[in-house]
């Protein structure tokens, strides 16, 4: 019996990425989605438009937009969860640890001033300088900005320490979400302006970060806490985990022209930490919670890496499905 002719070239490129066809439905469905939940669960939002249209923008607008937006879906799938907890307070559920944090942090970093016993957030609502409100407040701006933009640079230089970087970030933030439903804790700020009794409070204050507002005649920390989704969450301080998982991805990240910035991150690392506490919206306690926190997590995902195979081909097909598209082979037309 002869033998059919193959209709496709041996040396045709197999793909390097899994179609996108079904986003074409399945991104606008999941926004659709996402929003009748969010309005049912939590009231509507103007952030929730921008999100789903920077979402759809990004998936529809051209081919590296759409592997990007793939790419950050991880980051997406964040805030949701941080949005969301709005609608679950997390002192509903359980006590809200407000004296047992602030006589412990001050049994163990108590500072002696004017023959009185002091936590050292105490201590800087009385001792504050106009250069370290400045500098307080830049180093509070970059707890975001910096991880979001070091993720954006990695994914166009090292895709798959990219999804490392993203997976242990969203691991960071489940484990301190889960610590902040086990134990919910006061921040500094609350024992100062309502006292050591618990008081229900869905708004946030921007605490010593008003300092730099108040500087610049701005309303920037103000609105970003007005829309805080969790009072109180002190503990672990995410704010300090956040650096600390930047910072260790910097120096997995081998290319010797990034020596500058990896100097920057630990700079900016400390400054957060530095910051935390002199703006009184953590506890040394809290810093030292998010540090941990961030090292757990960093443990854990490579602990997966090494010894599930599971994992590994996940995070393999997270690259994959972000890769370029191939160009299609050229035709060579027959003699």
């Given at each position: 019996m002869?033998?059919?002719?193959?209709t496709t070239?041996?040396?045709?490129?197999?793909p390097?990425?899994?179609?996108?066809?079904?986003?074409?439905?399945?991104?606008?469905a999941l926004?659709?989605?996402?929003?009748?939940?969010?309005?049912?669960?939590?009231g509507?939002?103007?952030?929730?438009?921008?999100?789903v249209?920077?979402?759809?923008?990004?998936y529809?607008?051209?081919?590296?937009?759409?592997?990007?937006?793939?790419g950050?879906s991880?980051?997406?799938v964040?805030?949701?969860?941080?949005d969301?907890m709005?609608?679950?307070?997390?002192?509903?559920?359980r006590?809200?640890?407000v004296a047992q944090?602030?006589?412990t942090?001050?049994?163990?970093?108590?500072?002696?001033?004017?023959?009185?016993l002091?936590?050292?957030n105490?201590?800087?609502?009385?001792?504050?300088y106009?250069?370290?409100?400045?500098?307080?407040?830049?180093?509070?701006?970059c707890?975001?900005p910096?991880?979001?933009?070091?993720?954006?640079?990695?994914?166009?230089?090292?895709r798959?320490?990219?999804?490392?970087f993203?997976?242990?970030?969203?691991?960071?933030?489940?484990?301190?979400?889960?610590?902040?439903?086990?134990h919910p804790?006061?921040?500094?700020?609350?024992v100062?302006?309502?006292?050591?009794?618990?008081?229900p409070?869905?708004?946030?204050?921007t605490?010593?970060?008003?300092?730099f507002?108040?500087?610049?005649?701005?309303?920037?920390?103000?609105?970003?806490?007005?829309?805080?989704a969790?009072?109180?969450?002190?503990?672990?301080?995410?704010?300090s985990?956040?650096?600390?998982?930047v910072?260790?991805?910097?120096?997995r990240?081998?290319t010797?022209s990034?020596?500058?910035?990896?100097l920057?991150?630990?700079?900016v690392?400390v400054?957060?930490?530095?910051?935390?506490?002199?703006?009184?919206?953590?506890?040394?306690l809290?810093?030292?919670?998010?540090i941990s926190?961030?090292?757990?997590?960093?443990?854990l995902?490579?602990?997966?890496l090494?010894?599930?195979?599971?994992?590994?081909?996940?995070?393999?097909?997270f690259?994959l499905?972000t890769?370029?598209a191939?160009?299609?082979?050229?035709v060579?037309?027959?003699?």
């Amino acid at each position: 019996m002869a033998h059919l002719p193959s209709t496709t070239s041996s040396t045709e490129p197999l793909p390097l990425r899994p179609t996108t066809g079904q986003g074409r439905w399945l991104v606008p469905a999941l926004s659709a989605a996402y929003m009748l939940f969010s309005y049912v669960l939590i009231g509507f939002r103007p952030e929730q438009l921008v999100l789903v249209a920077l979402c759809n923008g990004c998936y529809f607008l051209s081919d590296t937009t759409r592997r990007f937006i793939t790419g950050f879906s991880i980051f997406v799938v964040f805030w949701v969860l941080y949005d969301y907890m709005r609608a679950f307070p997390n002192y509903a559920y359980r006590a809200v640890d407000v004296a047992q944090l602030y006589y412990t942090e001050l049994r163990l970093f108590g500072i002696h001033s004017a023959g009185k016993l002091l936590t050292p957030n105490e201590f800087f609502l009385l001792h504050h300088y106009s250069v370290l409100d400045v500098l307080c407040g830049i180093f509070y701006l970059c707890w975001v900005p910096i991880p979001l933009g070091f993720a954006g640079y990695l994914f166009f230089a090292n895709r798959r320490l990219f999804f490392e970087f993203s997976l242990t970030f969203l691991l960071v933030n489940i484990i301190g979400f889960i610590i902040y439903y086990l134990h919910p804790a006061a921040p500094p700020w609350f024992v100062q302006q309502h006292g050591l009794e618990f008081t229900p409070l869905k708004m946030g204050s921007t605490a010593g970060l008003a300092r730099f507002d108040a500087f610049f005649g701005v309303s920037i920390f103000q609105s970003i806490y007005a829309k805080n989704a969790n009072v109180f969450a002190a503990m672990p301080s995410l704010h300090s985990a956040y650096p600390v998982v930047v910072v260790f991805y910097a120096f997995r990240n081998k290319t010797d022209s990034f020596q500058v910035f990896r100097l920057f991150f630990l700079i900016v690392m400390v400054g957060i930490w530095f910051a935390a506490v002199y703006n009184s919206h953590h506890y040394v306690l809290d810093v030292l919670a998010g540090i941990s926190v961030a090292l757990t997590g960093i443990g854990l995902l490579r602990l997966l890496l090494a010894r599930s195979a599971g994992f590994r081909r996940l995070l393999e097909y997270f690259v994959l499905a972000t890769a370029p598209a191939r160009s299609p082979a050229p035709v060579i037309p027959s003699s």
